[in-house]
């Protein structure tokens, strides 16, 4: 209960830390969030909520051949990556004693559903009430990805049914409807919440070295659940890459809708999808 308490604050203590530097770096224009009501606001972000939720859904109606080609890719690439779940899974039980306690604990806290809205919810009330437009946003940004992702999430661990490590069986055995604890690996939900929440607050930052800390932060669930022996390195790969996709695609939505009277910036980082011979995976130009 104290380390719950403890994670909580730490939380807390990044969030507030988001809202200064957000202060500091940019400028909002106060007259007019001041002629418009919390009510009205509220209202505002409860629709953009919704709609993005509702693009990232439908998205798929609007895809090309490339983004089908990009979706094979990552199929393909996951399957092949399987190939190092077993030896990943060895060498993190082989070395489980030597990672830090405090941080598996703080990974399995951090990406605990009650945790995460908690912390979301305190990010919410902080930019409502001091209409502070870029916080709003990035809550928004937050929830509605999380959305997307959470029923991405619950969808998947029913239909795929992918035995956990530790449960008797090996990575390539799958009961699909089971209902059983065992069978529920794939993906991560830890890993789904923890990396939509830091991409979305890291996407704010121009800093590298804030986004690395904060990337840092999010990074912490996904490695505990691989030594906590509870997911494959795919489900966490995978997971992680969703949550990417999931948050560009909803921040690009409310950019174009011009939902919020935010800054525009150029795109940092493009993201793509690489599988070859000797390279798998979500790869990031500056």
Do not use: C
């Not at 380390?3 to 969030?15: D, E, G, Q, S, Y």
């Not at 009205?40 to 089908?68: C, E, I, M, N």
């Not at 999931?246 to 409310?254: H, N």
């Amino acid at each position: 209960m104290l380390l719950r308490f403890k994670v909580i604050t730490v939380l807390a203590i990044m969030l507030f830390t988001y809202n200064n530097s957000v202060a500091q770096q940019l400028v909002i224009d106060v007259q007019e969030q001041d002629s418009t009501s919390i009510w009205q606001l509220a209202k505002h972000d409860f629709k953009y909520t919704l709609k993005g939720v509702g693009h990232s859904f439908t998205r798929p109606l609007h895809w090309k051949s490339k983004d089908f080609e990009k979706l094979g890719l990552f199929v393909a690439g996951t399957a092949a990556l399987s190939l190092a779940d077993e030896p990943i899974r060895d060498f993190a039980l082989n070395n489980k004693d030597d990672f830090p306690t405090p941080l598996r604990d703080f990974g399995w806290y951090f990406g605990s559903p009650q945790n995460y809205f908690m912390a979301n919810a305190g990010l919410y009330a902080f930019g409502i009430f001091t209409k502070n437009e870029k916080v709003r946003k990035t809550s928004v940004l937050i929830i509605s990805s999380s959305i997307t992702t959470g029923l991405i999430q619950t969808v998947s661990k029913a239909a795929i049914g992918r035995a956990r490590p530790g449960s008797g069986y090996d990575n390539y055995t799958f009961k699909p409807f089971s209902g059983e604890a065992a069978f529920r690996s794939f993906p991560s939900g830890h890993t789904i919440l923890s990396v939509t929440m830091a991409h979305s607050i890291a996407k704010q930052f121009k800093n590298p070295w804030v986004k690395a800390g904060i990337y840092t932060v999010g990074a912490i669930p996904p490695i505990s659940r691989i030594i906590d022996d509870a997911h494959w390195v795919t489900d966490i790969a995978f997971s992680a890459i969703v949550s990417i996709v999931v948050v560009d695609s909803i921040d690009k939505f409310l950019n174009d809708e011009n939902a919020y009277n935010t800054p525009k910036r150029e795109k940092q980082i493009s993201w793509n999808i690489k599988f070859s011979s000797n390279q798998i995976g979500l790869v990031g130009t500056f």
